[in-house]
């Protein structure tokens, strides 16, 4: 009976590991994932990092910073310098220091662009949040930029006529491209040229933007690109489940360098690998290949290198890093003092990503309610922000400090103390559960919905009632939920909470609920 159940346990802990194998642990030791040199053949070097929002380290400064990312880069160039760094989407936007006044204006983007300008990117893809700017922004980071932008499927839309996003560069137009070649050598001159070819998913449609259909645009792009260069390689902003799709479609692909999902992943369909890191450059891909040009045949190696406070931070960059900090730094201590404090440790993490707190009720979404109705010493029924406002678009894990609570909220605005009809109380909780999926879904505290009734801190909804509401400054601007503004029939009166209070920025109502 021993016998059995001792080899009960070993089968239970082999099918554990068994069904956790398509997501990597970050490695500590690069040997095993070097080849050994022949003359013959080819090597290159990708490090591949995406969705990027935050120059500087994050969770208290344990992970990520690309001035960390630059050391790693140059140990590479060291190791071997036909080395590549590439990103796939996603940097531009969202992020705190893009949304803070520089010199008169908001920086959107470009704290981003100076700093992968001084890491010599050498090529990007555009990813969904890139398009959160203004046409006008956007042109002026692609004109900043010092790197290659392609995209097979996303277009300039002016008037329904449709055409390539371009870069001045001494005044000069230069139009973006499907692809991007890079050339490499061997040790006796025999060229080896790779293609990258890239799309990007279509979930943030702009008026300006004309979004290609993902898979017979890459299709293109590959069929356009594959007679010139001896490798394709995918540089995408897309699902895992589009990912997928297109390396069955591109067979002949070794790699799919993907973006759009924050954390790490590297699966294979067919002998196509599809390699994601985390967000934030908590971690990166070292992708290093073996190209050998007698048999045509391409091996590569990945490792998952993982970003965190053991490696030292490039100075070089640093100091571009720093400049930018000192900037967000004077901005929040206009609201807290010390910015960087540790104010709550999270045993779970706090979900803040777009696709949920835009859908369901998350844990960060009730912190953020719950806050807005203790900034009111709970004297509110009820408490309610829609999730448009948390632009973050990722979760908080560890330590969370002042700095964090900004990089969920970066806009900030009041909490009002609003006096409103049962009837439209009804309507506006109706209408942001209805919106789910939308900037306009509700996150909530003391209301929630059972049996298909609103249940308030004191009992149900009673439309013929009046009650107190707090509520996010946004939403009494008619915007996002259409039959609420502050000159609504069913908005009675509205409290605008002085500077002095803590309801006068959200941000702080927060920090004031952490700290208890």
């Known amino acids: 009976m021993k016998q059995i159940r001792i080899l009960l346990v070993l089968f239970i802990t082999l099918f554990i590991v068994s069904c956790n194998s398509n997501k990597k642990t970050a490695n500590t030791s690069t040997n095993k994932y070097q080849f050994t040199k022949d003359a013959d053949k080819t090597y290159f070097t990708i490090l591949q990092l995406n969705d990027v929002y935050e120059i500087a380290p994050i969770q208290g400064g344990k992970y990520g910073g690309m001035a960390r990312v630059e050391t790693v880069h140059q140990n590479l160039l060291k190791e071997h310098e036909q080395t590549m760094l590439v990103l796939a989407g996603d940097f531009l936007s969202p992020s705190l220091i893009g949304t803070m006044r520089h010199n008169g204006e908001r920086v959107r983007g470009k704290q981003m662009v100076e700093v992968m300008n001084a890491m010599n990117f050498d090529v990007v893809a555009f990813g969904n949040h890139e398009f959160d700017l203004s046409y006008t922004n956007l042109q002026a980071r692609l004109n900043e930029s010092k790197f290659e932008w392609i995209s097979a499927n996303v277009l300039h839309n002016r008037d329904g006529e449709h055409s390539y996003f371009y870069k001045s560069i001494d005044g000069e137009k230069h139009s973006l491209k499907d692809s991007y070649i890079k050339e490499f050598t061997n040790p006796d001159g025999t060229k080896l040229k790779v293609g990258f070819i890239s799309v990007c998913i279509p979930s943030n449609p702009k008026s300006y933007v004309y979004y290609g259909d993902m898979y017979e645009e890459i299709k293109r792009a590959y069929n356009e690109i594959k007679d010139n260069v001896d490798i394709v390689i995918g540089l995408t902003h897309a699902s895992l489940t589009q990912d997928k799709e297109i390396a ?46 007698a048999t045509k045949k391409t091996q590569f190696k990945s490792e998952l290198k993982e970003i965190n406070d053991l490696i030292v931070s490039n100075e070089k960059v640093q100091a571009v890093v720093d400049k930018w900090q000192v900037v967000l730094q004077n901005k929040i201590q206009e609201v807290v003092s010390n910015p960087y404090e540790v104010l709550y440790t999270a045993k779970e993490p706090l979900d803040a990503r777009e696709s949920t707190i835009r859908t369901v009720q998350t844990n960060m979404g009730k912190i953020i309610a719950e806050s807005m109705s203790l900034a009111y010493n709970n004297e509110v029924d009820c408490a309610l922000v829609n999730g448009g406002s948390v632009r973050i678009d990722d979760i908080l894990a560890g330590n969370v400090n002042a700095v964090d609570i900004f990089r969920v909220l970066p806009y900030g605005g009041e909490v009002l103390k609003v006096e409103i009809k049962g009837s439209l109380l009804k309507e506006v909780l109706d209408f942001g559960e209805a919106a789910s999926g939308t900037g306009a879904y509700l996150q909530r505290f003391n209301a929630k919905k059972e049996n298909e009734e609103w249940i308030l801190k004191n009992g149900k909804l009673q439309e013929d009632k009046t009650y107190t509401v707090a509520f996010s400054d946004y939403l009494l601007r008619g915007l996002d939920i259409p039959m609420l503004s502050d000159k609504s029939e069913g908005v009675i009166n509205i409290y605008t909470p002085q500077k002095e209070e803590i309801a006068y920025d959200i941000r702080k109502a927060i920090v004031n609920f952490f700290k208890g």
């Open 248 to 293: 069955k479609l591109l067979p002949n692909v070794p790699l799919i360098m993907g973006g759009h999902e924050h954390t790490n992943s590297y699966d294979k369909v067919g002998e196509v690998v599809i390699a994601k890191a985390d967000a934030n450059a908590k971690t990166a891909y070292i992708h290093r290949f073996e190209y050998d040009p």
